[in-house]
């Protein structure tokens, strides 16, 4: 089984923050499997089955706040078995030109609170993620306010490109491999 996970922040005021991209790509991922997340009863969670590829897999959204995804990644991993390697989170990256994309086979949460929850819960560094620009923050603004706030104007005419980037990044993730996914991936957009 095949786990994706996008991490944001419940409810419609967060719905198109910066914050939320993660989010934003497995309702792409769900758009093109033709599927609809539901609420679990089991963990604080929206899901849906579907195949990416040749894959089984669920698609994710913890419901928690972000600094509190860990313990829904935690809880879908176990009931359907999923083991670390084949679990792909999505998130935002502040430290990212938006619009760039980068894929990674392991690594620490960086400054990201939802990464560091999922870290906590699950115990290991060792499971595909992919990063999605949202940065550069203006100097001197607050760190909080850029990534609860919606894109800019100019943002959000790339934002169905990105997300739909990042999408294609998953299903190349099952279908070529982590490390073939961050060949072709992880360069910036203009590259």
């Known amino acids: 089984m095949k786990l994706v996970v996008g991490l944001g922040n419940p409810g419609k005021e967060y719905a198109r923050s910066r914050h939320n991209i993660g ?5 792409e991922l769900a758009l093109r499997q033709g599927v609809e997340l539901k609420k679990m009863f089991w963990f604080p969670a929206r899901q849906a089955k579907c195949s990416i590829g040749e894959n089984e897999a669920r698609l994710l959204e913890p419901t928690t706040y972000m600094n509190r995804s860990g313990k829904a990644v935690w809880g879908a991993m176990k009931k359907w078995r999923a083991v670390a390697a084949d679990t792909v989170v999505i998130y935002d990256d502040v430290d990212l030109e938006f619009g760039d994309i980068r894929v990674r086979g392991k690594g620490s ?32 603004a607050d760190m909080i306010e850029f990534v609860l706030g919606d894109f800019a104007e100019e943002e959000s005419l790339g934002l169905e490109k990105v997300v739909g980037r990042a999408a294609d990044a998953v299903e190349s993730i099952f279908s070529i491999g982590t490390e073939r996914t961050m060949n072709t991936f992880n360069q910036s957009k203009t590259g």
């Open 23 to 27: 989010f934003m790509v497995v309702e």
């Open 109 to 140: 949460g960086g400054s990201h609170n939802g990464m560091k929850s999922v870290l906590e819960w699950v115990q290991t560094k060792a499971f595909p993620r992919v990063r999605v620009g949202i940065g550069p923050r203006p100097i001197g």
